[in-house]
Structures are given as C-alpha cells and as structure tokens.
C-alpha cells in the first residue's frame, strides 16, 4: 500500500496509576492519543507509511503531542496550528467489576474548532490509497464534522479507499445534532465500515435490531441493508467483545464482504493491562489485513482480532507490537512464553 | 438516617506496593485506615452523615490523619487528643498462592491508652441513629475495651441502634484476656452483629459448630443460639468469603433476622487489588442497606455483598465507590465495561 | 548440609515496570540475578550456608552487584575481579497473550572472561557438600566452559554432590560451539540434573523424543538413558511447565532417582508477578529437598514444585521466601489468606 | 475574626516533576490550587475559619477538588455545581536561568461561566468577618466580573472588610475588556488591597510611575493617589521579589496605611522548590496579620513576608505551615536546623 | 584496626520524598538508620572490620533491618531478638529557611526495653580494638541505659579503646531521668568523646559557658575541665557547624588531645542533600582518623570533616562514600567535577 | 543553513535519580544519547534539519534509541543496522562537593565495531552543507576512527564545512592508541574546532602550555598554533568553565576566528539539575551561531554561552530550549521568572 492519511483528534490523555481512583491519584499518567492517530500507529508499526491530520494548539502541549507523532513515526507535515487547546480525556482504569471510567474535556479544543477549508485536501491526499475517520470528528462539534465531510469527498473523487470506524460515544454528541442527521451523508462515500450492526442502522436512521452475531444465517441480510444505504461499501465488520470483567474479555470478529460472512476465534484476554485503544488495534489490524492480505477476508479478519488482542496487554492507546509479533499470534503462539 | 458515630482506632498503613515482598520495600504507600473508620467511609460516600470518634497523637502523624478524615468527609469534631503515637499496620500484598500480610506494631497508640471518661458520650451521640463499633477496640488494650463499653452503654440507653463487627484479630488480644472474658458484656447490647457464626461463638464461649452456610435448614437454629444470648439483637449476619487465592476470591453474604435466613448470590472478584477493608465494606453496605431499605433485608444483604466486591477493586482501605455505583452493580452491572 | 558451592555469573537485570515494553520506558528496575546465584539465594532463604563464586568487574557496578549478595547472606568472599562489564540483561515483562522478552549483553563480561585457573577450587570446595552449576556457563564463552569444568573436576574428586540444571538458552551459545560439543564431558560428573529430557538428550547429542510426562510407564526408559551416559547420576527432575499465557502458567514436576518415578501434582499459578527465576527456585527446592528430606525423594519434589509456584508471585529474579512459607504451601495452604 | 470567605476559581494542576520540560514528562503531578483558594487554605492552617465559594463541574474532577478542600479544612458547604469542566493550569518548574512556564488551559470552565445571581450571597456571607477577592475572576469572563461585583457589594452592604489581591495575568484577560475596564468599579469597595503600585496604576487606568520601593519618601505620595481613587481603602501592601534566579528570591514587603510605610527586612530565599502561590501565602498571611495582631501593621507586614518565605519551600499551590512555624521564623529562626 | 563494636539502635526511617511535608506524603522512602549503626556503615566503608550490636523485634521489619546490615558489610552475628516492635522515626525533608523535622515513635522498641545481661559482652568483644557508643541509648530507657554501661564496662575492663558521641536529643530522655542523672558514670570510661563543650558540660551535670570554638586561648581551658571530670579520656572533638540555612551549612571541626587545639577548615556544603547522619559521618570519619593516621591529629579531623561534609551529599543515614573519595576531598578535591 | 549532518555514537544512559549513588539505586532513568546526537538536538531544536549517523543493533534496545531520535525531530534515515550491542553508560548524579560519576559500558558496540566503508558517504552528504564529528567517536576503537576519518575526507571533498567537539574522555582511548596517534590527520580537514588549547595541543602532539584565558593578549598567539597545525581551521572555540562545585558553575566561551579573540561574560550557573551534554549545548549553540549570525562571532559565542547555561538546567543529555528561549537569555532574561 502507498499512503494511509487519516484525520481526526489526538488529546493529552490523563491516566490514574495501578488502577486508583480519580480522587486516590497524585499524578496523572500523561501520554496522547485518539482513535484515528492510535489506527496511524498501528500501520507504522506494521511497516505502512502513515500519515496523520489534525489542528493543534500552538502551546508547549501541542508541542508535546507533535513529539509523540513523530516518536511513532506517524507523518505529521500536513497539521495545522490554531485554536485555544489540546483535547483531554481523564481516564480511570477499573479492575474486575469495577468498569474503567473516562472523563472527556475536549470541548474547544483546536480539533473541535477547526473549520471546513482550513486543509488542502488535494495536496494532502496526493498519493495516498487509503484515507480513515471516524465516527467520533463528527461527534465533537459541527465544524469538525463539515471539515471532515470536505476530506471524505476529496478522497473518494480520487478514488482513494476510504474506511470509518463508526465509534459511538454517547458522552460526545454535544452540539445539538444527532448521528442520523450527520451520519448518513459523511457514510456514504465509504468502502470499509467497523462497528456493530445496531450502531450503523442507528448512525443511518433505522431501527436497532439486536443481531446475533453467532447466527451466521441472519448475519448476511443485515448487513445487506448497510450495502443498500451505503452504496460504496465492500467491507463491513465488528468487534465482538464478551466483557467478563474490566479485567478479562473475550475478543472475536465478523467481517461481511457482500457476498460471505466470516468469523475469527474467540479469544480469551485475560488480565487486561489497558483496553483503550483495542477498537483502534482492530480498526489498524483490518486496513492492514485487507490490504496486504488481498484475497484474503479471513487472515485479514484473524489479523485485526489478534492485534486486538495484543494491545489489551499493552498500556497507553497504541498497539505498541510488530507485524511479527501478531504474525505469530495470528499462527497460533499465544502461550505468553519467555523469548530468551 | 440521621447520623452514624463510630468508635474505633485509625491507623497509619504503610504497605508495599507491585506485590514487593517488606525486604524488597524502599518505600511505603502511606495511607490511614482502622476498620470503624473504613464503615464510616463507606457510609459518607453513600451519602450519610457519618462521625468517627477516636483518641489521635498531638503530632504531625495524628494532625495527617485528621486531614485523612476531613477529606473522607467523615466528622471528626469529637476526637480527643494525647498519648504517645498513631498505630500503625505494615501490609504486604500478596497475589495468588501467597497470602498478604500484616505486621501489627499498634501496642501503646494514643488509642489503646485511651481511659475510660475521656469522651463525653452523652453530648458526642446526641441525636445519633446509629452507633458502631467492632471487636478490634476490646482487642487492643483493657482501658480500651473499657471506654468501648462505656460508649456502647451511653447509646443504648440513649435508643440508638448499635452494631458491632466482631472483627477477631489472632495477632491481637495480647494483653491477658481473651474475647469471651470481655465481649459477652459489650455484645449484649448489640442490635446488628457481622460475623461468622463460629467467631461469634468463640467470643461468647460457646464451642464451635463449623457451620455449613449452604444448609439453610441448619442455620436458623444457629443464629438463633445468638439471639438467645443477646438479648437486643435483631441482625446477624456473615460475608461468606472463598478464597481461590490472594488474587481471586469468591463473596457472599448470609443474613438472619430472627425470622428468615437470606442469602446473597455468590460473585467472583478476580483479580483483587486490595482486599484489606473488605469486610468494612460489607459492613457499611449493611449500614446503609438496613437503615436505608427499610423491611428489605434481602436487598440490603445484596447491597453489602456487592460493596464488598467493588471494595476489592480499590486500593486502600476505603471502599470509593458511591451509591450509585453500588446500586449499579446491584442491579447486574457487573461486566466492568468502559463509561465514555 | 554443610554449605552449598554454587559458580556462574550474576548480570545486573534492567526490567520494565508494569508491563512496559522497551520503548515506553523512561526507567528500569536495576536488580542483580543469574540463574546459579539465584539457587544460592533460595538455600540462603532457607537456611543453608550457601557460597556463590564468579568474577566481577572492578567498578560500582560491580560492586553494587557485590553489595545485593551480602543483602541476600550469600557468601562472597571467593568472588574474583578484573574484566571490562558486569553482563546485563534486559527483561520486558510480558502479560496474558504477550509474553516477557529478555535481550541480553552480556558478551565480553567479567565471566564471560574467566579463564581457567582464575580460582583455587581447591581452597574453595574445602568443606563443601554440594557443588552446583548451570548450562548457562558453558553458553557464554568458551573459556567460561573450561573454567566450570576445572571447578567441577575438584568437585568431583572431593566426593562433593555435584547438581546441573540445563538451562538452554537458545539466544546464547554464540562463540561457535554446540552444546553437544561441550556438555557431554562436564555433565559426566553430575549426581542430580535437573532438565526436561529432550533438553537432556539435546545436550548429549541424542535425537529428541518429545517425551509424554503423563505417562509415567515409558519415562523411566527415557530417565534411564540418561543415567546410561552420565554415569555418576543419582537424580534427574524436570519442571512441567503448562503456559496458558504469561499471566497463568500450570506448574508440576517430576523426578527419577534411578529407581522410581515421583510426579508432583500440578498447581495452579495467576497471576505471574514475575516468572523469571522460577526454574531456580524449582532448583534450589529440589536441592533443599533431597539434601533436607532424606530418602523421601516425594517431599524433596514437592518441596521443589511448592517453590516455583511461590516465586511466581515475587518480582525480582529471587525466591524470597522462608522455609516455612514453602512448608506451609507444601502443606496444603495455598488459599492466600491475609495473615493478621 | 470570626469568618473569612473567599470567591474564586480552584483549578487542577498538571505540573512536571523534578524540573523536567512538557515534552520529556510521562506523568503530571496532580493537585488543585487557586489563588483565592491558597489564601483560605493559609488561614485555616493559622486557626482562622476560613470558607471558599466557586462553581464546579459535576464530574469526577469537581468531586476530586471537592475532597481537596474538606483536607484542607476549609469549608465548601456554598460551592454551586454545574459547567462543563474543571479550569487546569499546566505547570513546568523551572530552575537556576530558566523560568517556570504556566501554560492555561481556563477557559469555558464552570467558574468562567458562572452568572451573576448564581450565588446567594446574603447569606453566604452572613456572619463573615472579612471577604477576599483576586484580579483574575474579572479576567477569565465577563460573567464572572459580574459575579464577583455582586458578591463585592453584598460584602461592603454588611460592612464586611473587602481584600483584593491584584494578581495581573498578561495570558488572561482574553475576553475583550481591560483591566481598566472593569476593576475601577469593582476596586472601589476594597479595604486592604495587594499588589505593586503599578500594577494598580495601570488596573485604574492611570499612567504606571515605575516606583522605587527603597525610597521611602516617595512612596507615601504614589500610595496617597490609590487612597483617593479607592475611597474605602485602609491597607495597601506590595510583595517586594527580586528574583535572581528561579532558584533564588529575595523577599521584601511594604504596606502603606495612609499614614505611614512600614517595611519588611528582605530575606533570602534559597532554593525554590515551589514559588506557585507564594504571593497568596503573603496575602493569606497579610489577612491573618491585620485581623489578629491589630494595631501592629509592622508585625503583620513582617508576618506575610516570613509566610511567603516559607512557601517557597515547599510543594504545591499551599503553604502548609502552621502558625507556629511562621511566628518561628518571623521571631528570627530561620537557620532551617533539624528539629528532633 | 583489628575491630570496632558499635552498641545501639536501628530504626525503620521513613522520609517524606522531595521536600515534601507529611500530610502531603503518599509514600514514605523506607530505610533504616541509626547513630551508632551509621558509624559502624562508615567504617566498614573504609575497609574496617565494623560490628553492630542491638536487639531486633522477631518480625519482618526486623528481619529487614538485618538484610540492610549485611548490605552495608556490616556484621551483626551477636545481635539478640526479642521484643515487640522496630524504632521508627518519620522525617520530614526541610529545604531553604525551613528545618527538617523529626518525628521520633521509637518508645517500646525492642532496644528501649533490653535488660542488663542480655548479651555476653565478653565473648562480643573479644579480639575488639574500639568500641563506640553514643548518648541516645540512655536516653531511650533506663534498663538500654543500663545494658549499655555494662558493655562500657566490659569494654574499659579490657583495655579496649571507647568513643562516645554525646548526641543530645531534647525529644527524648521521657524516662524520668536526666542526663546528668546517668551519664557521667557512663562517660568517666571514654577516651573518645564528640560533642560541642556545653552538651559535654550539661550531661555532666555542670553549668554550661556558651563557648567561642574562633577563640583558640579559651578552648583548652573548657576542654581540660572535661580531662578532668573524665579519667581516661583522650580526645575531646566537636562539628562545628554553621547553619545557613535547611540548604547550606558550613562545617568544621575542632579537636583537643589534652595538650593541643586542632582546626579543621570550614567548608562550604550547598546544597544540602540529606543532613541526618552526617553527625555520624564525622564521627566514623573521627574513629578512622584516629586509628590509621596515627600522631597526626591534624589529619584524623580533617578527615573526620571532608566525611560529614560529603555525607551531607548523600540520601539516606549512611556515608557511602568509599575511603578514596574521602581522601580526595581531604586532599583539596571539592570542585565536584564528572569524572569520565 | 541547507542541513547539518553529524556522525557519531548515541547510547543507553542509565542514570540514578534524585543523586543516589550506584549501589542505592533500584532503579536506573533511561535515556539516550551522545555527544554528536545530542548537538543534532540542539539544532533540530532551533529549527535547524539535522540528521544523525550511526550504527545501531538490531534489537529493541536499538529499536528505542531510533523512536527517540524521531521524537527528537532529527533524521535518521541514514543509519545502518548490525553489531551486537548499543553502548551504555551509567551516570551518578553528584551534588555539592561530590562530583557526578560516569562509568561507560560502551566497548563491543555496535558503533565501536563498525567498519569502514559501511555507509555511502557520497550519498549521505548530498546537499550537507555542515559535517559534525568529535573525538569521542576515535576513541572507541580503531575501526571507528577510520570509519570517521572516511567521513571527514568526503566532506572535505564536496566542501562542506567542518567541525570537531575535541571531547577527550581519559576513560576510553583503550584500544592501543593515543590521540596523536590519531587525532592530527582526522583534525586537519576541520574548519571550526571546539576545546580547550591544552587538549588540541595534547591531541596535536604539542606540548601543554596551560594558558590563562582572562589574558587577551597570549590567546592569539596560542591558538595560531592551531591555526598553523590544521591548515583549514576559521573557528577554534573553547568553553570556559569554573567548577565552584558539582552544583555550581560558572561558564563563560572564548573564541579565535584567526584575527580576533572573543570572549563572552561568565554566567553563573545554580543549581545544575543536569551538565552531562552541556559541551554539547555549547557546540550546537555554537554551529547554529556561527551559520545564522554570519560575521558575527560575538553573538555566536554569545549564542553557545547562552544555550550551555540553559542546558544545565534540564535533566538528560539534550538541550531542550526553543531557539527563543536562547535568544531571551542572550539578550538578558536570566531572572527565571514564571511566565504566566
């Protein structure tokens, strides 16, 4: 693959250590991530050249998070500066019955108020086969949401695949639309669509129908209707996560081609070190899998449920593994033995 | 309820962290904690007005301890001041097959010198609804046993509800009595006790029965051995602790109100993060579910259990959870997924 | 026993704290261990006068390494110095699906530099018991091999128990020799090896058998071999090592003295605090055991077994733990109660 | 004094650790401070009832500084909830040439939208002895200059004693007025006010003078002019710092009583571990000062200047000293010998 | 120097990190210290065969205070076990204008309460060269005062030579005695005696004359009068010390032999790291001194001040600091350089 | 400037925190650098393209150091992989009178092993117009010399200008040859060179002259030595640095263009959180001033100055300050006010 521009918001993230409560913590684990930027991470870990967009203060902590980029060998040239602040979730991590809980204070940030025209989409997309948002740009505030809708059109007037992780977060979704208002028309340009069945029927206006993913007969005709409202669309797929506890899920997958369903094993994951970010591992594990594994829908699938996988073991945002590292998981080592 | 007034002694903890053995330690977590005072946390965070009386060094270690509590939002406004030094408690944390650990050094604390005469009761539980107390102050010393019984005899005569975790310590009780010299006297006008049937047993002088808590045909006739012998009780009740290992343990709880036994679903709690106040946790969640569900024993037992689960999620002794979270887990919300 | 003899190297060890990988951190655990150091260390614990002998730069970190030997009432007093670095170890601690990495340097350490004759073996063995080595010397340098075969040839010649646990590490033997080339000659003198069997048979140069431990009918033909070629053997042990993942591990062992075969029930063992140096404690167990427990070759493999389990829940590469802790796993405790 | 109550915002604080820059900081320490808050928090480690009045988020970090308050014994039973968010300052503590750098993260907090009539003012202030008030409310909205000039003129209703402490914030004020735009009206109702005569100049709309402070001749005529424009005023006291490095002060004060200038001895203050809030320890001490040594505006001058020494030294927004170290220090003890 | 015994008590030291005061600590740095101890640390440092002698409580702190005695090379054969609990003392790390302060909760200790006979001072101290004690343990109980004039005792009685550093300590001496009550029969037998002139004179029960240590013609006076109260005494030495402030002390020293008066040069220490122990660190420096540079006085308390002066530079009770680092100071060495 | 490209080693530093010594430390800070990266730092810093040189080996150790100099913002593109290691050093921060402590571990590296001919010099300074290298890199090991000597040659050739750190490191030079040895052939393509007269003299083969800096007069002279010696030399440059103690300095620069001396004022220095790398603020201060303040020597020297003070207040090797950071100190702002 060329080129991977994705385009969305990264925040200081704020972390309370050795799962204490926000009111027990005298520091803050300070790092920074978002959903689009942590997919970013996940393909220049997998050897992919990977670009990131985004509007950042002009304050030392913007600073900060463009060192973090770079750090990860994510391209940072096409960002822009402006805008009050840096988005900044609170995160909380739970343990056993006890859920993680975040806090977002990203309102007016730089991201939240960027504007349609601030980017040079035709320059910035130049080259690249593959452009990525998500479902959370359109869920910080209507101008993000216009300036990523700009994106989205160029990128698919250039024929460039797009793919969106649909990514509800009920806390968001502050400015006075809904994901029905917004949604449908930023969806239809894409080819590749990561969420729950539920989510995309809501984000395009029709009734939830609560699948069962372990149904494969009634699987194909849901997602059919998806194909029906989005008609550029060539994959849809989910996460499957069985929570048992904060501290242990169960990790699968189904992928929807339009024509087949496939399913990944179910994965035990147990202790979770941090699961913020496993969707993005996904998301990153999924553009990867579909483009270097042409053909392929099943590896391609087995690969993002097995970067998903990984990262819960992993602190911070970003699927910090090497293409090896879930090659091997993917060809069936998952003991956890000592490399030595 | 109106308010609930503890007696008890808080302590400095001083414990390793990561699970370090003491030897490996070069540095402690500092926190404060005493089982009376850890009911007390428990009952202001649901949202009760909740004092704690004790006897406090007048130095800088004491002076940290008040702030514990005022932060706690516990009142303090009645602890008497003077003698020698603050208990302390070292505690190493096990996991798995290793159990923690506790290294008592609390003998000569301003608390286990307190006399009898030094709290004016009267005043300290004017309009109090409920008083608390636990066998841990009889265990520390014989003066403090006696200004325990003092207080006791001040609510009862004054109608206030009065319970007691009997709390038996082996490493305790060092100073020439045993539980059944000095507790049938204080128990006596206990309304609620928490325990398991034998330690009440034990601390009455009565030989044990290694009672089956699932033979729910067997435990009426037990408890009410103990009705008998406490003449003001209307409450017994256990928490029903299996323990896998240090890491996983299983919690239920068993309650007997003269009339019925109720018994409260077992839940798993892996991994545990701290389990020390545990059982405060439990006894603060029966505080709050006896005075606040009135004629609901069953939803006030279940409301123990599951504080006690959240409890071992939590570092410290203190159970941070709020009502809320409590009712939520109450309800079934136990998959500890993420708030965002 | 008299006193225990053990030579090797001990490296400084750089781990990642809370699940870190490499590249996130900002610091390092510095501890000190090697696997024959940490055998004494175990014997230390448990009350044996236990010496351990190898060579150490002239530096501070040398002599910080020299220092955490006197913590651990190792004796040191037959330590050499000269050469140009103490080896390092680098230990990224792995979890669940993920497991640890070690990459080591320690090439061109002070023993990987030993030449024969460096010590007076003579001197040293003087009233010794037992002598223990490991195959990590002979891995490291070739004049590293012949410097432990001198020491074992002393051995031998004073009637001294000689013990040998395998230890083959694939990242190691660089210098252009294969195990098979080096370990048949020094293994000759062992009395006690401790090694799975194809690790055995690797190491004499014998094709593998992927041995089934279960079954206990066709292991005393496979044992007996080995006491074929290594002509002063008395007892072979392997640990049986189950990895759900590096969270979880199963543990058990089983021995062969010639005679019969003892296995050791499997245990449980999550969550893995720390896995590395869990072989050494399954060593320095079975060293106690067999020297302690005199013709009862069942406790001496359960004791070792019992061993591993609980350094499975102690950071650090040591097993620190008293021979009463282990008694009381031994014994039937392995419910991690909190001890007060 | 019976009760001083003081209005204004209480922030979290991210601030690097051991002098490390933004982008090198993996964790931010944790507190909460605010100017008016420091003040209360002085005053009530002296004995004084001290109450703080502010407008919180509803969310876990509101509830965080909530906690923060009860430890620091000042009360915050008047606190309104509501708003979006917490106001943060990010910290980076300088040393030797290069400053600290506060980089604000205020805006669009609950407190900057506070409203006028949020707050019941009559009754708050009922009972109260003294209200305190800082320049930075008027600069962080306009809403909360209104707020606060509400609850001025209450105060000055009841004959409350009115403080103000300038505190010029260049990186506030972003909301379209000037200082001179909105202080004169709220200034006029001061009793005591704090801050160099230029900056007081400059908020009342008059040209700055650039004044010698050693000379004391001058100084009575450029005080004389606040006294005219300010009707109410009795004090005007400045914090005189030479800084000569971040890591080394020099503090002086003088005070102004429209009749005579005192000054305080200039101290070295050598290192700085915090200087954050040093000015509120001088303000906080300046209250105490005048309220309870009356008739001694030498003493109380000369108590402010040992207070703000003192804070220097230590961590955080708070001078955590009690009164008897202050009086220590003010009676000439300031060798910093061990006390044991 | 064949040998020096060292008769006192070791605590469990728990510090505020990083300047901080208690109530803000949420961990306290574990260590372990003493007077006594520290000088037997110093000299074992040297390359001196050093020995400690104390009682330690049969518990897990105990048995951590003996790993950091073999750490420190320090031997502790003829320690005796019993009682109920370590000494501890909380400091609190002063810095600038602010003192540290020392918190002592060390009443009851396993020391206070030793008994006379305890240990077999014959066989201690045999083949023993020097043995050192100091004013604290009188002042910790009557029975450790006691059990320390008897080691005196056996010490004078074998011509062994005894040092004594006075080390007043106004929060203890609880017992009902005074100093002078008891230490003039335990200091008629020391021929080594460290402490300013007035302490000296105080604990002998004799009217104290604030001495000038700049006006060389007065000192041999004031000294001979201490010859003459104390029989067998040698040397008398003092630190002088010159308080600038927590940060910056000035340090010298001053020695008397009965005919002459040696000074050392003062020095410059800023900033301070840790000042507690450094008493001690000129006393190890002084036993040193004395016993290697031989006729040379001079030398002996020079030594004696480059130690305490670069103790102050070190974290911790302990001088770790290694004989030639000593010297090279001593040797006009103090510019700090990186030596690389 | 086009782009800078310097050529030299980068390492793992471990370094104890808060100035513990060595044998203290349980853990060790990690960071990387190097002389010659750490000026790419400086320059990337102040907005300058800067690329890195090196050999790194293939492991994640190597894999960390390349996330760090992308962080850095300073190319790397051009590095090549192989080797077995990547040199460390241990850094013990001093204070006071105890001078810091620099152990190295770096012999073996993959730098010290690399081999001439390895990259394609051509290739890599295409459109350089700066080469850095400095006399650390023939210190390693012959290899590395000529490796650089390489280098140097092609740079002469495509005439970029050229400037050597002399950074002579008494600890390394271990393979069997001496600076003149070497040093003259590598030197004489130089165009600006940084040391002190002595070590250019000593590298040069001349005898030392221990010159007076403060004398204007016998400066010229001095260095047209040099100017004689090394037929391409413009710039000889030295820092000018007065160790008051490992906690103070005082840094001043002089420099000789052929024609004139320059000499900038002394700065004091205090506290010193970090003076490892601050040569190297020197060096990069000192390359950017003399390219962006062309015929302007003063400011340029200035500029290093400037920069050198600033770096000893940030902990690790880098000089982390924005170029306007310098130039505010440059043009006077050293009082270390907060900005706020």
Not at 126 to 144: D, K, L, N, R, Y
Not at 295 to 324: E, M, P, S
């Amino acid at each position: 693959m060329n080129k991977v521009v994705a385009f969305g918001e990264i925040m200081l993230r704020l972390s309370t250590e050795r799962h204490l409560r926000f009111s027990q913590a005298k520091e803050f684990g300070a790092s920074y991530g978002g959903g689009e930027f942590n997919v970013c991470v996940s393909l220049a870990n997998y050897g992919i050249n990977a670009e990131f967009v985004t509007r950042l203060p002009e304050n030392e902590i913007g600073a900060s998070a463009l060192k973090e980029m770079r750090k990860m060998n994510v391209e940072s040239k096409n960002i822009v500066f402006g805008g009050e602040r840096l988005g900044i979730y609170f995160l909380e991590t739970g343990a056993g019955t006890r859920g993680s809980n975040v806090v977002y204070d990203r309102a007016h940030s730089s991201m939240a108020t960027i504007q349609k025209g601030s980017i040079d989409w035709e320059k910035v997309l130049e080259g690249a086969s593959w452009f990525h948002w998500s479902g959370i740009t359109p869920a910080i505030s209507e101008s993000a949401a216009e300036a990523c809708l700009e994106a989205i059109k160029v990128a698919h007037k250039k024929g460039i695949t797009i793919s969106c992780d649909l990514n509800y977060r009920s806390k968001l979704w502050q400015y006075g639309k809904t994901p029905s208002d917004v949604m449908p028309e930023m969806l239809q340009y894409s080819n590749v669509i990561l969420g729950d069945i539920d989510t995309a029927y809501f984000m395009l206006g029709i009734p939830k129908v609560n699948p069962n993913y372990q149904d494969e007969k009634s699987l194909p005709v849901l997602y059919t209707k998806l194909f029906e409202l989005i008609p550029n669309l060539k994959i849809a797929a989910s996460t499957l996560r069985y929570s048992v506890s904060a501290s242990h899920q169960r990790i699968g997958g189904v992928l929807f081609d339009g024509k087949a369903i496939y399913q990944a094993a179910v994965k035990e994951v147990t202790p979770v070190i941090d699961r913020v970010g496993s969707g993005d591992a996904f998301m990153g594990g999924l553009i990867y899998g579909l483009s270097e594994y042409e053909n392929n829908n099943q590896r391609a699938l087995d690969f993002a449920v097995a970067a998903c996988c990984l990262k819960h073991t992993i602190a911070g945002d970003y699927n910090l593994v090497t293409l090896k590292e879930v090659e091997n998981m993917l060809d069936g080592d998952s003991a956890g033995l000592v490399s030595r």
